[in-house]
């Protein structure tokens, strides 16, 4: 706190608890005691409704003691925790490493339940359904906030249920992805293939690859600049895995399908990111997730007990 | 001993100057005298009643198609609530709050007809001292013998007795504690667990909470805690009026008090009925004198009502000098025979409406439950997508909530757009109790329908028909 505002609201918010702790011990000792008129039958003297009296009736003594015990409780407690300012109490306790340690006791409890998973290969866990309950969980955490919580993506986010995968899509593939994230870079494009022109028809020869409507004319001639593309999508446009190039030539439509989305992004390019979750999640957790989301597209081996 | 006191009078200070007086006192320690007799005897089948239902329900099994389970069970790890027959939700919780309503009713109804008679015969606080008080007198003996071994220096014996009464306080307090945590985590694995010595930490902490809780109240605490802790003893006056049974002495008949000789004419000596033994005072738990009138201490235990009958059978009195009666009564309205009167009031007939018709509600509620439970949550990421086949698509998450014991099946359906049809299987099975999220696809054509969020249903029906649920969402189509 005092990083940034100085010392003076330390001692400010510190003198404020400790005077109201003090403040209610002198109030309980003020009140405590009582003058009350002196009445023959142990009422207070008051009297209403025609009839119904007041009893002069003390609290018992050991109610008393409870105050000061909340009172001493306080205190212990001011001394213990961080309570006080900027002081950090006698246990060192914060809630970030509070936090910390109980996600590692978590983990060290999940150990022996994820070891046989992680003792078996990601297409005999994809089998298991006690596996694929776990990593639907681990999905609906930490991948349904981008990819859907049916993992079909939507526009800009791969769908992670068909056969098509920037990357590859065998499982050690898979993992890999989660582990480090991904960075898709399409460069600007619109300079190398020419000009507006040039590139309607480099947009209409990518359509014609996966027959979609197109114009055909337009096609023949945008085929002889595709080769600005090819460096990356390959001469028949069927994309590399290794450099996390798309396949041009099926009909999924990553950043949205026509010849106005294709001119965008061959004149403007585009960076997508997939952020790595190697740090948030174990080794064990990227197995059991990676077997999920294998498990999606796949049909996996049978799993053996 | 014929000094003149009228209860219920207004006393106007003395004129004295005023005195400084702690506020604070030490507690006086009560040692309430055993009774026997009619009133005694109902407040002991009541504790039979009451303690057989806590201590026996936890053990209770209850047969379901995939085995026995315990029947009451609030199993909070799993969010599971099993009733007997019926499995609940966490959205179930209205039942719960029906059920809170109803019991605020009924004690409402019964303090307006009979005043405090829960306090006196069914409130755990009284049923605990009650079992207490027993332990006590069984080891320490009655009212006089225990003041005189508190009383008393210290020897062997005392230290015999006082060990002997805390290690049974603590053993039955303990076993409490034990069936209270019984019905949160199967109460036979707990006994197991505990017998093999690895309960769950939780578990060990409530048994020791709440069984420290029950040695305290019962063993220490007893009238302090309807005295000074007890919410209801507070505004139950509320509930009270000229026609509710209080215990009452009546003062018209025993005043004034004095000592006599069995055979001696009393109103000869100008007395009333009213001995002045002052069993009634011995007796009381909570330590009033219930000659001063209604004071708001009082439990309707009843204790002073069965003395003061045994002293008057001794006597050859008639009965009843302390007794249940109304303030009407009393004041010779109504006569105390005009029953009807007393129980037909407005207030009592606006109670027992509200109540009658709030318990037909819960009962025909519960009776036509549909056992599967339906929530429907549009996807948080995508809200809509165009799809394969020109068709623009909407996911959602349904929660299907099995409230039956059996592994149900179930078809999902979606209606209220031309053309919608759900791209996902639309075919679930869902374990016993469980609840599971399924992740559905809706589609339209696209072009089909304007932009913007249109009113959708969401149909799911158990295969043997007997679940029908329609929930309400909302299909999103971008400009």
């Known amino acids: 706190m005092s990083d940034f505002t100085g010392n003076f609201w330390s001692v400010y918010v510190a003198g404020i608890t400790l005077a109201g702790i003090i403040g209610c011990l002198v109030l309980l000792w003020l009140t405590a005691r009582k003058k009350v008129a002196s009445t023959t039958d142990n009422t207070t003297g008051h009297v209403w409704d025609e009839d119904l009296t007041e009893m002069n009736n003390p609290m018992p003594r050991w109610w008393m003691w409870l105050f000061v015990l909340t009172v001493i409780f306080s205190l212990l407690y001011l001394v213990a925790y961080p309570g006080l300012g900027t002081y950090q109490g006698k246990l060192d306790w914060s809630s970030k490493s509070e936090y910390e340690k109980e996600v590692k006791r978590a983990n060290e409890a999940l150990a022996p339940l994820y070891a046989q998973f992680t003792a078996r290969k990601a297409e005999e866990v994809a089998g298991d359904p006690q596996a694929m309950a776990i990593g639907e969980r681990l999905f609906m955490n930490n991948c349904a906030q981008c990819h859907g919580s049916d993992a079909r993506g939507s526009k800009g986010f791969p769908n992670l249920a068909d056969g098509d995968w920037l990357h590859g899509g065998s499982p050690a593939k898979i993992a890999e992805s989660i582990k480090a994230g991904r960075v898709g870079v399409m460069p600007p494009m619109a300079a190398a293939v020419g000009g507006s022109d040039d590139v309607k028809n480099v947009a209409h020869y990518v359509l014609s690859l996966s027959n979609s409507p197109h114009d055909s004319l337009r096609a023949q001639l945008g085929k002889s600049k595709f080769g600005a593309c090819a460096a990356c999508h390959g001469a028949d446009g069927k994309g590399n895995a290794a450099l996390g190039a798309p396949n041009l030539a099926d009909d999924t439509w990553l950043h949205g399908w026509g010849e106005q989305a294709i001119v965008n992004i061959v004149t403007s390019g585009k960076t997508n990111s997939m952020p790595a979750q190697e740090g948030k999640l174990t080794d064990a957790q990227i197995h059991v997730l990676a077997s999920y989301v294998w498990g999606l597209s796949n049909k996996p081996a049978q799993a053996k007990p | 001993m014929s000094q003149k006191v009228i209860p219920i009078q207004p006393i106007p200070p003395s004129g004295e100057p005023p005195q400084t007086q702690s506020l604070y006192e030490a507690q006086k320690k009560i040692y309430p005298r055993s009774v026997s007799g009619l009133f005694a005897r109902w407040r002991w089948v009541f504790v039979w009643l009451t303690q057989l239902v806590f201590y026996g329900l936890p053990w209770l099994p209850w047969a379901t198609e995939a085995g026995a389970r315990q029947a009451v069970l609030f199993d909070l790890a799993a969010r599971r609530f099993y009733l007997f027959g019926y499995v609940l939700y966490p959205q179930d919780f209205i039942y719960l709050t029906a059920l809170l ?379």
């Open chain 2, 101 to 479: 309503v109803i019991s605020a009713l009924s004690l409402f109804l019964f303090t307006a007809v009979a005043g405090r008679l829960w306090c006196g015969f069914t409130c755990p606080q009284t049923v605990y001292t009650e079992i207490f008080l027993w332990i006590e007198r069984k080891v320490e003996g009655d009212r006089q013998r225990r003041m005189k071994l508190d009383a008393g220096g210290f020897s062997a014996a005392k230290l015999g007795k006082k060990s002997l009464k805390h290690f049974l306080w603590i053993a039955l307090a303990l076993w409490t504690g034990f069936t209270f945590v019984g019905y949160f985590t199967p109460v036979r694995e707990l006994g197991s667990e505990m017998l093999a010595g690895r309960m769950g930490s939780w578990e060990v902490f409530w048994v020791l909470f709440y069984g420290f809780a029950t040695y305290g109240n019962a063993g220490f605490l007893r009238e302090q805690v309807c005295k000074y802790m007890c919410p209801y003893a507070r505004f139950q006056a509320a509930m009270f009026d000229k026609d509710t049974l209080i215990v009452s002495y009546d003062a018209g008949r025993g005043e004034p008090r004095g000592s006599r000789g069995r055979q001696a004419d009393f109103a000869a000596q100008g007395l009333g009925s009213c001995v002045d033994c002052t069993l009634c005072v011995q007796v009381c738990p909570t330590g009033i004198d219930i000659r001063q009138g209604l004071q708001y201490e009082c439990i309707s235990c009843a204790a002073c009502v069965d003395v003061c009958d045994s002293v008057m059978d001794k006597m050859n009195y008639p009965r009843g000098l302390i007794r249940f009666t109304t303030q009407n009564a009393l004041n010779g309205q109504g006569a105390g025979r005009d029953v009807l009167r007393t129980i037909l009031r407005p207030r009592v007939l606006v109670y027992t409406t509200i109540l009658a018709a709030l318990s037909l509600g819960l009962a025909i509620h519960l009776a036509t439950r549909t056992p599967l439970k339906v929530d429907v949550i549009r996807d948080r990421a995508a809200l809509s997508r165009i799809v394969a086949g020109g068709k623009l698509e909407n996911v959602y998450r349904l929660q299907l909530m099995n409230a039956t014991e059996e592994t149900q099946h179930y078809r999902i359906g979606a209606e209220g757009l031309a053309g919608l049809e759900l791209a996902s299987d639309g075919e679930v099975s869902i374990g016993p109790a469980e609840a599971r999220w399924v992740a559905v696809r809706v589609q339209i054509p696209y072009g089909s329908a304007a932009p913007g969020s249109h009113t959708i249903h969401f149909t799911v029906e158990s295969r043997g028909g007997d679940a029908h649920v329609r929930e309400k969402s909302v299909f999103l189509v971008p400009r």
